[in-house]
């Protein structure tokens, strides 16, 4: 049996993404997709996938793919074991498989009435989904964002507070869903001057050193599928968290991201990107250089919609 193993190497969306490369594999050489040491496998299942270990046997005949390599897909095939560690392949042949991979993806269903029940009481109001990446994504400066500083850089509370100003300026009843790095309680001003509210699953998990950064006083998994629902998400620049529930789970959503260059407290500015069904290059494209994104002057034109949209779970 031939077997490509996805292991515990990155955080959960990167993961997920990689999920689609590894489909491709499997259809072109007949690998069988396994995941291997996912701590979230207790909260969601992927249909096709087996878990596995590779253990010794899987290290017999092997293949490591990092990165978009050339030839990467033909030497999968001389293998009979892979150990993908790479969600980058050739764009045309990983797009079709981006939404019907994303569609393996299930939440638990106990799991996912947790979501339905938390949604619930906002089913009348716009409802706006709000991503915050901290932890291994630094804040570099407080005074200034520019998101090529970096290759992870955390976006300045500042800016996620403007942004929701001026979308509660627009839609002034709405509530915000809120998904961020270690606790809410770090967000003192969000509380404050924000109907904000959070999943009431609390995380079950303690990350590894190496994997510190991911870590969150919420459940992943269900902050994954929550963010899913919500058609306007106001998210972080670069992070896979934002893009994978915006662009691959649920229907389109659109994220609100700062712009390509250098920004201030004084003159945040933000645009919009709608990239149902395209993987993480045109993500990262879009926050890094600006492809794709629409500068946004009123808020009252973004797309929101009373209620979550959580049929599609």
């Not at 396994?34 to 087996?50: K, N």
């Not at 915050?132 to 992870?152: M, Q």
């Not at 955390?154 to 002034?172: L, S, Y």
């Not at 896979?240 to 959503?253: D, I, K, Q």
Request: a neutral charge; hydrophobic letters at 40%.
């Amino acid at each position: 049996m031939k077997r490509v193993f996805i292991t515990n190497y990155v955080g959960l969306t990167s993961r997920l993404e990689t999920l689609a490369l590894a489909f491709m594999i499997s259809d072109r050489h007949g690998h069988e997709v396994c995941l291997d040491g996912w701590p979230e496998l207790d909260a969601i299942a992927v249909s096709g996938t087996t878990t596995r270990s590779r253990g010794l046997l899987g290290r017999l005949d092997s293949v490591k793919l990092r990165e978009d390599m050339p030839g990467n897909l033909a030497l999968a095939g001389t293998h009979h074991n892979v150990n993908l560690r790479t969600h980058q392949g050739p764009r045309e042949l990983l797009e079709p498989y981006y939404l019907p991979t994303a569609r393996r993806v299930k939440l638990r269903a106990d799991l996912a009435d947790v979501i339905r029940t938390a949604f619930a009481p906002y089913a009348g109001r716009p409802l706006v989904g709000v991503h915050i990446r901290r932890g291994d994504f630094p804040l570099i400066s407080p005074t200034e964002f520019d998101v090529n500083a970096f290759v992870w850089p955390a976006v300045p509370d500042w800016w996620h507070e403007h942004v929701m100003a001026d979308i509660q300026k627009a839609v002034p009843d709405v509530a915000f869903f809120v998904s961020c790095s270690g606790s809410l309680d770090a967000f003192p001003n969000l509380t404050k001057n924000f109907d904000v509210f959070t999943m009431p699953a609390a995380s079950p998990y303690r990350h590894s050193a190496r994997q510190s950064g991911h870590q969150s006083s919420t459940h992943p998994a269900v902050d994954l599928f929550a963010l899913a629902c919500c058609r306007v998400l106001v998210g972080s620049s670069c992070s896979t968290f934002t893009h994978y529930p915006a662009h691959m789970l649920g229907g389109p959503t659109t994220v609100l991201i700062p712009p390509s260059h250098k920004i201030f407290p004084d003159n945040p500015q933000y645009g919009r990107i709608d990239l149902h069904g395209q993987g993480v290059a045109d993500w990262l494209a879009a926050c890094r250089t600006g492809a794709g994104a629409t500068p946004v002057t009123d808020a009252t034109t973004l797309p929101f919609a009373r209620g979550a949209h959580v049929d599609w779970m």
